[in-house]
């Protein structure tokens, strides 16, 4: 990277020097609010990854949300492809999950005793599911996966568990683990503050590699409680994998007595209502939700068949337990979502849309031979500065990309285009982005890659 680029973004105080001719938007009020956020809060966020320490400037301070767009606090308006992280298939602000949430709070917002509303949304997902039978509310995907991985535990009387280097599954102890050298390894934990002896229960290997994986087994045989994988790995770009090592990953599984686990915070409703496990027809014992579930209220979910959930307490003897699980308000903007989900058409036409998107975008960088690759699934697409066709491991990913990533993130940002801000992040596209608004981000996202790649 040229030293002068490198002082741009090295956050010193010619950070608005801008590289494109362009001015950069201003940012004026963000910054007021973040110098102020700095003095209530670590790092002056609630989640360390909106904190932008990987792109150029200070956060944006978001004011309102409309279809697929957003307005930060100085009035600048961004077409939205982060999108909550997920959660908003709809886009913001969704005139049916708006009133329903409102129709169901005039009555009050939270009981700690069952409601209607949690059977309401359970069998709608129940009845267009075929994977699980019994599932359980509970108010994030952390805690959703933390629960599946105690079920796995206490149903199989195991205590290791098999996750894979590049798949996140929020922040519980004995999942922030990370893969140390060698083909199969213990996690090293990947956060101060969680017990190297935790770690030694997770075992770490790489994604699309059987051989790792057996290898794995043949080592931990009748330790293995359960396999975890984001079946469609998202939150560390998007690792595509081959239906064939999920097919693999099923039969060994099955073969060694441990549950299967599809992590599908992100890809459920997300790749179609029965999520990844639908796309590829391979059935994993468990399955956790988040983000969509929730239509951008906090909910998670976990569930599998009537007989390892009868494992969870008061049926079983696996504890787990929530003051605001099943919250009613929360449950009301998860029906509301997951019924428009439902109509006919809806999935097919928000991939439609992401295919054509996506490809345009790879078409005009292939013409102009930029080192450029749209990946994408469903609606889903990830951005990636690379000339290698698929990318199927999380070592794969070559970390100095990520300049460029910065340098668009921020050209983009200044023509009205937000993108999540980390190279390593996933795009969405929501069923309130237009093909109006699409052809708008595709012209920024062209004039931003002839700046990223300008006198390459
Ligand atoms: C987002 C995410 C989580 C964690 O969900 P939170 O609601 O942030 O706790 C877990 N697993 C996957 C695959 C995710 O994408």
Same mark, same amino acid.
């Given at each position: 990277m040229l030293d002068?680029?490198?002082?741009?973004?090295?956050?010193?105080?010619?950070?608005?020097?801008?590289?494109?001719?362009?001015?950069?938007?201003?940012?004026?009020?963000? %910054? #007021?609010?973040? #110098?102020?956020?700095?003095?209530?809060?670590?790092?002056?966020?609630?989640?360390?990854?909106?904190?932008?320490?990987?792109?150029?400037?200070?956060?944006l301070f978001i004011e309102k949300g409309d279809g697929c767009y957003l307005w930060d606090a100085d009035g600048n308006q961004f077409i939205d492809f982060c999108c909550s992280w997920g959660p908003l298939i709809l886009g913001h602000n969704h005139s049916k999950v708006r009133e329903k949430v409102i129709e169901v709070m005039q009555h009050g917002m939270s009981f700690g005793a069952p409601t209607a509303l949690e059977n309401e949304l359970a069998e709608l997902i129940l009845k267009n599911n075929k994977f699980i039978k019994k599932l359980r509310f509970v108010s994030s995907g952390t805690e959703a996966v933390m629960s599946a991985i105690r079920l796995a535990r206490g149903y199989t009387k195991r205590d290791k568990i098999l996750k894979f280097e590049g798949c996140y599954h929020g922040h519980s102890d004995s999942l922030l683990v990370k893969a140390g050298s060698g083909l199969v390894?213990?996690?090293?934990?990947?956060? #101060?503050?969680?017990?190297?002896?935790?770690?030694?229960?997770?075992?770490?290997?790489?994604?699309?590699?059987?051989?790792?994986?057996?290898? #794995?087994?043949?080592?931990?045989?009748?330790?293995?409680a359960a396999v975890i994988i984001e079946p469609i790995p998202a939150?560390?770009? @998007? @690792?595509?994998?081959?239906? %064939?090592?999920?097919?693999? @990953?099923?039969?060994?599984c099955t073969q060694n007595g441990a549950l299967l686990i599809f992590d599908e915070v992100i890809s459920g409703f997300r790749i179609g209502f029965e999520g990844a496990a639908g796309h590829y027809q391979v059935k994993p014992d468990i399955i956790t939700y988040g983000k969509i579930i929730g239509g951008g209220l906090p909910v998670g979910a976990y569930g599998s068949s009537a007989e390892i959930m009868g494992n969870i307490s008061p049926e079983g003897a696996v504890y787990q337990a929530g003051t605001l699980s099943g919250n009613p308000v929360a449950m009301a903007a998860g029906i509301a979502q997951l019924s428009e989900l439902l109509k006919t058409g809806f999935y097919r036409d928000l991939h439609n849309k992401t295919e054509e998107f996506a490809e345009a975008i790879q078409r005009y960088a292939s013409a102009k031979n930029y080192i450029f690759k749209v990946f994408s699934i469903g609606s889903i697409f990830w951005f990636a500065f690379t000339d290698q066709e698929a990318i199927r491991r999380a070592d794969e990913i070559d970390p100095a990309s990520?300049?460029?990533?910065?340098? @668009?993130?921020?050209?983009?940002?200044?023509?009205?285009?937000?993108l999540g801000p980390s190279g390593y992040e996933v795009g969405f596209i929501s069923s309130a982005h237009t093909k109006i608004d699409l052809e708008k981000a595709k012209r920024a996202i062209f004039e931003s890659l002839d700046v990223v790649f300008r006198g390459k």
């Amino acid at each position: 990277m040229l030293d002068s680029i490198k002082k741009i973004f090295s956050g010193d105080a010619d950070e608005t020097v801008s590289t494109t001719g362009k001015p950069d938007i201003s940012r004026e009020k963000s %910054a #007021a609010l973040y #110098a102020k956020a700095k003095t209530f809060f670590p790092g002056g966020v609630n989640s360390p990854v909106r904190a932008f320490k990987s792109v150029y400037g200070t956060p944006l301070f978001i004011e309102k949300g409309d279809g697929c767009y957003l307005w930060d606090a100085d009035g600048n308006q961004f077409i939205d492809f982060c999108c909550s992280w997920g959660p908003l298939i709809l886009g913001h602000n969704h005139s049916k999950v708006r009133e329903k949430v409102i129709e169901v709070m005039q009555h009050g917002m939270s009981f700690g005793a069952p409601t209607a509303l949690e059977n309401e949304l359970a069998e709608l997902i129940l009845k267009n599911n075929k994977f699980i039978k019994k599932l359980r509310f509970v108010s994030s995907g952390t805690e959703a996966v933390m629960s599946a991985i105690r079920l796995a535990r206490g149903y199989t009387k195991r205590d290791k568990i098999l996750k894979f280097e590049g798949c996140y599954h929020g922040h519980s102890d004995s999942l922030l683990v990370k893969a140390g050298s060698g083909l199969v390894t213990f996690g090293e934990t990947s956060s #101060a503050g969680v017990p190297k002896s935790f770690a030694d229960e997770t075992i770490v290997v790489a994604l699309n590699d059987k051989a790792a994986l057996q290898k #794995a087994f043949d080592e931990f045989k009748d330790q293995v409680a359960a396999v975890i994988i984001e079946p469609i790995p998202a939150n560390n770009g @998007l @690792l595509l994998q081959e239906k %064939a090592f999920l097919q693999f @990953l099923r039969e060994i599984c099955t073969q060694n007595g441990a549950l299967l686990i599809f992590d599908e915070v992100i890809s459920g409703f997300r790749i179609g209502f029965e999520g990844a496990a639908g796309h590829y027809q391979v059935k994993p014992d468990i399955i956790t939700y988040g983000k969509i579930i929730g239509g951008g209220l906090p909910v998670g979910a976990y569930g599998s068949s009537a007989e390892i959930m009868g494992n969870i307490s008061p049926e079983g003897a696996v504890y787990q337990a929530g003051t605001l699980s099943g919250n009613p308000v929360a449950m009301a903007a998860g029906i509301a979502q997951l019924s428009e989900l439902l109509k006919t058409g809806f999935y097919r036409d928000l991939h439609n849309k992401t295919e054509e998107f996506a490809e345009a975008i790879q078409r005009y960088a292939s013409a102009k031979n930029y080192i450029f690759k749209v990946f994408s699934i469903g609606s889903i697409f990830w951005f990636a500065f690379t000339d290698q066709e698929a990318i199927r491991r999380a070592d794969e990913i070559d970390p100095a990309s990520m300049d460029k990533f910065k340098m @668009l993130h921020r050209e983009l940002i200044n023509r009205g285009v937000y993108l999540g801000p980390s190279g390593y992040e996933v795009g969405f596209i929501s069923s309130a982005h237009t093909k109006i608004d699409l052809e708008k981000a595709k012209r920024a996202i062209f004039e931003s890659l002839d700046v990223v790649f300008r006198g390459k």
